[in-house]
């Protein structure tokens, strides 16, 4: 059965640093999206991407992150310049458009330092 | 503004008990309604979704559940439950285009011998 494939699973990184969080969406899916989930809290939708640009992005996704498709396959969300308080899960999830139903990848645990 | 609750943070019920997770939703249009389920350390798996026709809905995993427009509810339910379904329950709601989901905050479900 297809599936969305994140990676890495865990990233630990230092306050400032930058991070690239991967993803591999379902092959013939056309829409992509990244939620995040801090501990304790709701998964908080952030971006959709359609045709190669951002379809919608929250409040939450401010200049800090960016999103790319770099390839027929890869989908990643880039945090410049990292904050203890984007700790959480993220989560890539893909669907194949309309009113589709948004698959979703096992995660990316992010711990910031 | 399109919202999802969940009123019930924790339940914890008997092996072989039946179980019914409550959701309600605000939301204008004709709603499009998820339930996802979280086990530790997993990503998000769906359930079931509704979308229009019947409604009630079956899934996987033995659940069902009933859409309620009159009150704007769509509650999940399974008659016997299993010690494996122990586990996180999200319920989601098409929050305008392009399948941006909204979630509610999660109901914890603990199973006992």
């Known amino acids: 059965e297809p599936e969305v494939t994140q990676t890495p699973s865990h990233q630990v990184t230092q306050m400032g640093q930058e991070v690239i969080l991967r993803c591999v969406p379902i092959?013939?899916?056309?829409?992509f999206y990244w939620y995040r989930q801090i501990l304790g809290q709701k998964v908080e939708f952030l971006v959709s991407?359609?045709?190669?640009?951002?379809?919608?992005k929250s409040e939450i996704f401010d200049d800090q992150f960016s999103v790319e498709r770099p390839d027929g396959s890869n989908f990643t969300l880039k945090i410049r310049s990292t904050k203890l308080e984007d700790s959480a899960m993220y989560f890539c999830?893909?669907?194949?458009?309309?009113?589709?139903?948004?698959?979703f990848g096992s995660g990316t645990q992010l711990s910031v330092l | 503004a399109q919202s999802v609750t969940q009123p019930d943070i924790h339940i914890t019920v008997s092996e072989g008990a039946s179980l019914e997770l409550r959701c309600n939703y605000s939301?204008?249009?004709?709603?499009?309604l998820f339930w996802y389920v979280q086990s530790p350390g997993q990503g998000l798996q769906l359930l079931l979704k509704?979308?229009?026709?019947?409604?009630l809905v079956q899934g996987i995993k033995g659940f069902e559940a009933e859409f309620k427009r009159s009150q704007s509810s769509f509650n999940l339910r399974k008659p016997s439950v299993h010690w494996s379904d122990a586990a996180e329950y999200f319920c989601?709601?098409?929050?305008?285009?392009?399948?941006?989901?909204?979630f509610g905050a999660g109901t914890r479900l603990a199973v006992h011998p």
């Open positions: 509704y979308f229009s026709g019947d409604t």
């Open positions: 989601a709601v098409e929050a305008g285009g392009y399948n941006k989901l909204i």
């Open positions: 092959s013939n899916h056309l829409y």
């Open positions: 991407f359609y045709n190669n640009e951002i379809s919608e």
């Open positions: 999830a893909s669907s194949d458009g309309g009113h589709g139903t948004p698959f």
């Open positions: 939301y204008g249009a004709t709603p499009y």
